[in-house]
């Protein structure tokens, strides 16, 4: 094992999520954005295998976003990985998950051989989890998913998958892309050495000519999905509240029964 | 992509037999299939799964096509996409439906990057666009926040996985026919480069939050573990499953899998039961759109009150005794 590599994503943090008080919709501000929480234990588990590896394990951050995007770059740096590389430009702009794995596996081919790919199972924000699958997909190596424990060796991983009823254990030859859970490990806080260091370390930033894409799979334009609207449901509902301190125990008891006696208010038929 | 035509609907297996969520999207495609005027096929996976072929048929599959054999016994992503993807491209489906489980998510991926199409996780409604003819996929996301209707024009197949538990099967009906079909491949397209070395069942957990009809969640309002270990007795009262604010579980009282949240699960549950949780916005994104929502808080003005249907203003450490002396009272009443 020579060579990992981090996906990561910036997303906007869920401190800086706010609710609006009239609809009790979300409203996200851009400024507050941070790495997406999941692939902090991918870049934990990388930097692990760096340390405790007996030759030199280099360690390669790989996001795909605006120029902020920077920021959750330097932020993994800050955690022990050598080098960061961007995909920045109004081409990558809007693309799905599909024109996201093109453009990563794209650049992937023309870094220094990759052993391994670790990624975050999915983004707080998006949440659909396809682009690790999609990357194993279109760079042609295995895959493993769902992966709450790992272990390295030189040709090959082992992993236990946390599926639906238990644990699976897997093995697979490298190189390989491992999607993780939170389980993994617990992932450390940067120290100010390593922040010094991220803010000097090489970061790399790349348009699409720069890895060679077609301009056609890329961003919105190579997205075979379109969004045809998004709305915003409203929860705020008029709630009937009862208070112990004056209306007494009982009265808020009795309630409490008969709210968990109603009936369901929308049977999830959906006819 | 004009030719591409019927829609096809994933089925899952464990150990041979036809699992449950195969049905919810055999109704799923079966709506879909009727407003397109083209038949249902549901190709599944596995080993002896013809057995389990004419439930497929009696829950509204026109057509079951078998990949039975050894080597599908368990769920391998290679050994189910190479010859998915082979008979795919043979028969050229419009529509593209799985389960969102781990096999699901993992495989149709895999399936929509090298079939260079459109997919969209997670669905919880899926309609067609009659003048276009386009399947209109919706999915909430943000933690259910805002919902997104995603479309795939030029693409086929179009894909999605379903989100568990969003629709419920249609009633077994015995007398309707159709064909099965067992489908021989290359072997070679059975070889997967992950090996499956062993298998842990997991006992403890029981069902997840996010299949719950019925979540009781407990927070920092709790302010003792054993306070909030009463939640188990409640749930069990309940049929409900036990959740947790992320305080609680930052607190050691319960593990993650219990978390709901942006950053834990999101549920969507029939009734949600708010223990000492104020509602910081993101437990409320995992939890506003559950159908009923009942919850107990001390502030009269905690946020969660603002999603709730009912709402009581109590301290819990002088509620949840006086709740669970009732629930006792009860069962002392019918002699139980």
């Known amino acids: 094992m020579k060579h990992i590599l981090v996906l990561v994503k910036q997303v906007p943090t869920t401190e800086s999520v706010r609710l609006n008080e009239e609809t009790g919709t979300m409203i996200r501000t851009?400024?507050?954005?941070?790495?997406?929480?999941?692939?902090?234990?991918?870049?934990?588990?990388?930097?692990?295998?760096?340390?405790?590896?007996?030759?030199?394990?280099?360690?390669?951050?790989?996001?795909?976003?605006?120029?902020?995007?920077?920021?959750?770059?330097?932020?993994?740096?800050?955690?022990?990985?050598?080098?960061?590389?961007?995909l920045c430009g109004q081409e990558f702009a809007g693309a799905d998950t599909w024109a996201t794995a093109y453009a990563l596996v794209q650049c992937m081919r023309g870094l220094d051989p990759i052993d391994l790919v670790l990624c975050g199972e999915r983004a707080t924000d998006g949440e659909t989890g396809q682009v690790g699958p999609m990357v194993a997909a279109m760079w042609g190596v295995p895959l493993l998913t769902y992966v709450s424990r790992l272990t390295c060796g030189d040709r090959g991983v082992a992993a236990e998958r946390a599926v639906e009823g238990?644990?699976?254990?897997?093995?697979?030859?490298?190189?390989?892309?491992?999607?993780?859970?939170?389980?993994?490990?617990?992932?450390?806080?940067?120290?100010?050495?390593g922040k010094v260091t991220a803010h000097e370390s090489a970061l790399t930033v790349l348009n699409g000519e720069a890895i060679g894409a077609d301009i056609n799979l890329l961003g919105l334009r190579g997205s075979p999905t379109r969004v045809a609207r998004v709305i915003y449901p409203s929860f705020q509902r008029t709630v009937e509240l009862v208070r112990v301190s004056e209306q007494g125990l009982d009265a808020a008891l009795d309630t409490l029964e008969l709210a968990l006696a109603a009936p369901a208010l929308k049977p999830q038929e959906r006819a | 992509m004009n030719e591409a035509r019927g829609v096809w609907v994933l089925g899952e297996q464990r150990d041979g037999q036809i699992h449950p969520v195969s049905f919810e999207l055999l109704a799923w495609g079966r709506a879909l299939a009727d407003d397109l005027g083209v038949p249902l096929e549901c190709l599944i996976g596995g080993h002896g799964v013809v057995q389990g072929a004419n439930q497929l048929i009696a829950h509204g599959a026109d057509r079951v096509r078998c990949l039975d054999h050894r080597r599908l016994g368990t769920f391998?992503?290679?050994?189910?996409?190479?010859?998915?993807?082979?008979?795919?491209?043979?028969?050229?489906?419009?529509?593209?439906?799985?389960?969102?489980?781990?096999?699901?998510?993992?495989?149709?991926?895999?399936?929509?990057?090298?079939?260079?199409?459109?997919?969209?996780?997670?669905?919880?409604?899926?309609?067609?666009?009659?003048?276009?003819?386009?399947?209109?996929?919706?999915?909430?996301?943000?933690?259910?926040?805002?919902?997104?209707?995603?479309?795939?024009?030029?693409?086929?197949?179009?894909?999605?996985?379903?989100?568990?538990?969003?629709?419920?099967?249609?009633?077994?009906?015995?007398?309707?026919?159709?064909?099965?079909?067992?489908?021989?491949?290359?072997?070679?397209?059975?070889?997967?480069?992950?090996?499956?070395?062993?298998?842990?069942?997991?006992?403890?957990?029981?069902?997840?939050?996010?299949?719950?009809?019925?979540?009781?969640?407990?927070?920092?309002?709790?302010?003792?573990?054993?306070?909030?270990?009463?939640l188990f007795t409640i749930a069990e009262r309940l049929d409900a499953v036990v959740g947790a604010s992320r305080c609680a579980v930052?607190?050691?009282?319960?593990?993650?899998?219990h978390q709901v949240g942006l950053s834990g699960k999101s549920v969507s549950p029939t009734l949600y039961i708010a223990l000492g949780i104020s509602g910081s916005p993101n437990h409320?994104?995992?939890?506003?759109?559950?159908?009923?929502?009942?919850?107990?808080?001390?502030?009269?003005?905690?946020?969660?009150?603002?999603?709730?249907?009912?709402?009581?203003?109590?301290?819990?450490?002088?509620?949840?005794?006086?709740?669970?002396?009732?629930?006792?009272?009860?069962?002392?009443?019918?002699?139980?």
């Open chain 2, 250 to 257: 930052d607190q050691g009282w319960v593990p993650y899998a």
């Open chain 2, 76 to 230: 391998r992503v290679d050994s189910y996409a190479q010859p998915i993807e082979y008979l795919i491209r043979k028969h050229t489906p419009e529509i593209l439906l799985a389960a969102a489980t781990t096999m699901g998510r993992t495989l149709m991926p895999v399936l929509a990057a090298n079939l260079r199409t459109g997919l969209t996780a997670d669905c919880t409604e899926l309609t067609i666009d009659p003048a276009e003819r386009l399947l209109l996929q919706t999915r909430p996301a943000i933690g259910g926040n805002v919902l997104a209707t995603i479309k795939t024009p030029q693409h086929r197949p179009q894909m999605a996985t379903v989100r568990p538990k969003s629709r419920r099967p249609m009633p077994s009906d015995e007398s309707r026919t159709g064909d099965i079909v067992t489908e021989f491949v290359d072997e070679r397209l059975l070889d997967s480069r992950v090996s499956r070395l062993g298998f842990t069942e997991d006992l403890t957990k029981g069902s997840s939050i996010q299949d719950a009809e019925i979540v009781i969640a407990g927070g920092r309002g709790l302010r003792t573990p054993k306070r909030f270990g009463e």
């Open chain 1, 30 to 86: 851009g400024s507050e954005a941070a790495i997406n929480p999941l692939d902090l234990h991918a870049v934990e588990e990388a930097v692990c295998i760096k340390e405790f590896a007996a030759t030199k394990v280099r360690v390669t951050i790989l996001s795909m976003g605006p120029p902020q995007a920077e920021s959750a770059i330097r932020d993994a740096l800050a955690m022990g990985c050598d080098e960061g590389v961007l």
């Open chain 2, 284 to 336: 409320l994104a995992g939890m506003s759109s559950a159908d009923r929502i009942i919850a107990v808080n001390n502030d009269p003005d905690a946020p969660i009150f603002q999603v709730a249907n009912v709402g009581i203003v109590a301290d819990l450490a002088e509620f949840l005794p006086a709740w669970l002396e009732r629930l006792r009272s009860k069962d002392e009443g019918r002699g139980t």
């Open chain 1, 166 to 193: 238990g644990m699976e254990e897997v093995d697979c030859p490298l190189p390989a892309v491992v999607c993780v859970l939170r389980d993994l490990n617990e992932p450390r806080l940067p120290t100010l050495h």
